[in-house]
T-cell receptor, first 113, second 112 residues
Framework: DGGITQSPKYLFRKEGQNVTLSCEQNLNHDAMYWYRQDPGQGLRLIYYSQIVNDFQKGDIAEGYSVSREKKESFPLTVTSAQKNPTAFYLC????????????FGPGTRLTVL | AQSVTQPDIHITVSEGASLELRCNYSYGATPYLFWYVQSPGQGLQLLLKYFSGDTLVQGIKGFEAEFKRSQSSFNLRKPSVHWSDAAEYFCAVARGANNLFFGTGTRLTVIP
């Protein structure tokens, strides 16, 4: 079955540690996205990538980093510079064509202790 | 700048009643508009989308939405709500490079 996988589903880290969230897709999509979700704030775009080896900052990129070395993978690193990292993180992908549907993974809930 | 407003944070309806969730957008050109649904702790699933053409769009699970340019609205409707429809609903507008700008969501509670 084609889809998007995110791992792990729950992640706990100590304050000051970097942590990397995994996102893999087998939909052969060119574009991939990372969103952060907080209660009452909807989804906010962190980073997106339209093609391998290229990515752009979204609305709230500070304290985050990404890489896109393979078409299938778009890992997100939450660095110690992110002031409030506890949130639900969602990865998505699409063909990249204008207005195309974005398909979402099941999400990773990150809790920083 | 593009924006999406969902004025209702939480709506409660009885099972079998009709439903309308409001969405207002701000966008210079003809927008690409989407409605997604999210069950607790899960990812988002697309219900329907509007690109152009017929302003009444049919989606999955019996949902429909109507694009009204004069009111800058894209409200989601369902004639008879089922208990399984309880979830959070997000309206979104596509902007440059196919990014989505999401509203803050409306949580739907269905009572028996």
């Amino acid at each position: 079955d084609g889809g998007i996988t995110q791992s792990p589903k729950y992640l706990f880290r100590k304050e000051g540690q970097n942590v990397t969230l995994s996102c893999e897709q087998n939909l052969n999509h060119d574009a991939m996205y990372w969103y952060r979700q907080d209660p009452g704030q909807g989804l906010r775009l962190i980073y997106y990538s339209q093609i391998v080896n290229d990515f752009q900052k979204g609305d709230i990129a500070e304290g985050y980093s990404v890489s896109r070395e393979k078409k299938e993978s778009f890992p997100l690193t939450v660095t110690s510079a992110q002031k409030n990292p506890t949130a639900f993180y969602l990865c998505a992908s699409s063909t990249g064509l204008g207005g195309d549907t974005q398909y979402f993974g099941p999400g990773t809930r990150l809790t920083v202790l | 700048a593009q924006s999406v407003t969902q004025p209702d944070i939480h709506i409660t309806v009885s099972e079998g009643a009709s439903l309308e969730l409001r969405c207002n957008y701000s966008y210079g050109a003809t927008p690409y508009l989407f409605w997604y649904v999210q069950s607790p702790g899960q990812g988002l699933q697309l219900l329907l989308k509007y690109f152009s053409g017929d302003t009444l769009v049919q989606g999955i699970k019996g949902f429909e939405a109507e694009f009204k340019r004069s009111q800058s609205s894209f409200n989601l409707r369902k004639p008879s709500v089922h208990w399984s429809d309880a979830a959070e609903y997000f309206c979104a507008v596509a902007r440059g490079a196919n990014n989505l700008f999401f509203g803050t969501g409306t949580r739907l509670t269905v009572i028996p």
